[in-house]
């Protein structure tokens, strides 16, 4: 090869470099200018409960994977609109999205606390997330959603929630008949149980109940979780803790977001908002782990709570008024959207609930057998 050949070829790919760099130079302020997609996000959860920080969870990992192109801003309860209010707001516009609980939306239609407080035919909450994604459950939520409210909002189920206490109470409680007269908070379908054992149900949202029990407004409540009730002012109210109830035996939350803002979101940031959900499901699975059992503990040891369980003439007495919710609720044929809806919803639950829950009582070791025989004595 000549001299003068070597030199042209040189020559050549000196200037499709030059013309490729001049390119892309061309092309970097379109890459600037590109907006970011900045989606408002208020959580039902007051700034300091672990709730809230969950739904930070969530949005971090949303704005690490998506880099500049989406941000999710998340907001406290009450920052635009009261916690109670949230599905409205997504529907509506005023907020892109939200993170909840469906027993929240229970007084729009009692088929909503299906998909959080549900029945406790459920062994855990990881079962109902199993139904929700793999046993027709988002298929019926979708129903419910779209179909019978006609509700410009979608959503998806994330982070398995154990079994909530009975709650705090004034004064110690051993019999299910001291539950009748009661002024007691809880949300969703555990409303219509206790109204069933006698009691005068309070629905509030969380910031308020520790208010409420302070004044007398109500004489026992109950919210979620250990860390929750700590650091919401639980133990400086009320000293009597009971947990283990079948009131609301599992639960997950919720993650709305405006139907119509959603899909006009490229594909990739659809599955992001979605993936990024089952991602912090697992995270706060761990999480809580650590946190829960850290309070608990604290509460009993430098708060004076004193951490009894449920009693089980209570626990007895919840499923016998479960029986009786369940058949009301399935018999209600004021209209389509009311028992009949309840209960292909329950039907498809109880479905997955006889084959899973046989797998897992079957197949899964006991345990409280090892737990004992490890540290019981120790």
């Avoid at 009301?328 to 959207?337: H, I, L, R, V």
Wanted: glycine share 8%; proline share 5%; aromatic share 10%.
């Amino acid at each position: 090869m000549s001299d003068s050949t070597i030199g042209s070829r040189r020559g050549l790919l000196k200037a499709t470099a030059v013309a490729a760099t001049g390119a892309a130079v061309l092309a970097t302020p379109g890459v600037s200018r590109a907006q970011t997609v900045t989606l408002r996000f208020q959580s039902t959860w007051p700034q300091r409960d672990i709730f809230h920080e969950f739904a930070q969870d969530y949005v971090t990992r949303v704005n690490s994977l998506a880099g500049n192109r989406l941000r999710v801003e998340l907001l406290a309860a009450g920052a635009v609109v009261g916690a109670f209010q949230l599905l409205d707001a997504v529907h509506t516009g005023t907020l892109d999205g939200g993170h909840g609980v469906s027993a929240y939306w229970f007084g729009r239609n009692k088929a909503f606390s299906l998909f959080g407080t549900t029945p406790p035919w459920f062994g855990d909450a990881n079962q109902l997330l199993g139904w929700f994604y793999y046993g027709g459950g988002e298929a019926l939520y979708k129903e419910l959603l779209t179909d019978v409210l006609r509700l410009n909002v979608a959503g998806f189920m994330s982070g398995p929630m154990p079994t909530q206490p009975l709650g705090w109470f004034r004064n110690p409680i051993e019999r299910a008949d001291q539950v009748r007269g009661l002024r007691y908070r809880t949300v969703g379908l555990a409303t219509d149980l206790f109204q069933e054992m006698g009691a005068a149900v309070v629905a509030l949202p969380g910031g308020e109940i520790v208010p409420a029990l302070e004044r007398g407004v109500i004489d026992a409540a109950e919210f979620n979780n250990p860390s929750s009730d700590r650091v919401l002012g639980f133990p400086d109210v009320a000293k009597n803790f009971y947990i283990q109830s079948y009131h609301q035996a599992v639960e997950c939350f919720e993650i709305l977001w405006n139907k119509t803002k959603l899909e006009a979101l490229p594909t990739e940031q659809q599955a992001i908002l979605r993936i990024c959900a089952e991602a912090a499901s697992a995270d706060m699975s761990w999480k809580l782990q650590d946190r829960y059992s850290r309070d608990l503990l604290a509460m009993a040891q430098t708060q004076g709570v004193n951490v009894r369980p449920t009693p089980r003439p209570i626990l007895d007495a919840q499923l016998q008024a479960w029986d009786r919710v369940i058949a009301k609720m399935e018999g209600d044929n004021s209209t389509p959207a009311n028992g009949p809806l309840f209960k292909k919803i329950c039907d498809s639950q109880r479905d997955w609930c006889r084959r899973v829950g046989n797998f897992e009582l079957r197949y899964q070791v006991s345990p409280v057998v090892s737990y004992n025989h490890f540290f019981a004595q120790r």
